[in-house]
């Protein structure tokens, strides 16, 4: 157990998921989500004043209608990197609080199977002076983490010792839910679209 991973599991009920994800009515047509708590551990890990980069201090579920499971995770880049623009000077990006149907089962940089933002754009806020509000497709992944950092530039990442079991759920349900049909030599369960809720309960739910 190092410094940048909590002593335990989040806790969080179905019921208790449930009532939070009525923030977002749109959920109801997503058999299959993602949810994020960003800061979950404020008050536990790192600065109790600010949200922290490069621990898992997040909370990261899987939700469906059979099973609700918890896995420490991390919702923001591992670093700093201040700029400005929408080019190459642009500044380190972390996913806004929101509702985001926009990912599907694919290869994480072609290396493992990961939940990848393949279906439509996120809003991000860009590190800068001020910081900015940036959106498109930015490649704003659901993958595994490492030990010694979060391993993030703007991904949602799970600590390695818990990635095996959330894809491996997540798969399964995926299966359950959407079929192993093949078209386009894809499986039904990958050509599905899988919702991420991201919540900052510190700041309420987007619009």
């Not at 335990?8 to 994020?36: C, H, M, N, W």
């Not at 959330?166 to 369960?189: C, S, T, Y």
Request: aromatic content about 12%; proline content about 6%; overall charge neutral.
């Amino acid at each position: 157990m190092t410094s940048i991973l909590p002593p335990s599991k989040p806790r969080l009920s179905t019921a208790e998921l449930e009532k939070l994800l009525e923030l977002y009515p749109q959920a109801q047509d997503f058999p299959l989500l993602i949810v994020g708590i960003r800061g979950y551990y404020l008050a536990s890990m790192g600065d109790a004043n600010r949200n922290d980069r490069g621990i898992y201090d997040d909370a990261i579920f899987i939700h469906t209608q059979y099973v609700t499971a918890s896995y420490n995770g991390n919702v923001d880049p591992s670093k700093y990197l201040e700029g400005q623009g929408f080019g190459q000077q642009k500044g380190m990006a972390s996913l806004n609080n929101g509702f985001w149907p926009v990912y599907r089962f694919d290869e994480h940089k072609g290396k493992y199977l990961a939940l990848c933002q393949r279906a439509g754009k996120v809003t991000v806020t860009r590190d800068g002076d001020p910081p900015y509000q940036d959106t498109g497709e930015f490649g704003i992944n659901i993958h595994m983490g490492s030990r010694g950092l979060t391993g993030s530039e703007g991904c949602q990442t799970i600590h390695p010792d818990q990635w095996t079991s959330f894809i491996r759920l997540a798969e399964d349900q995926a299966r359950r839910l959407f079929g192993v049909e093949v078209e386009e030599k894809l499986p039904a369960w990958r050509r599905a679209v899988i919702a991420y809720a991201l919540f900052d309960p510190h700041k309420g739910a987007a619009p």
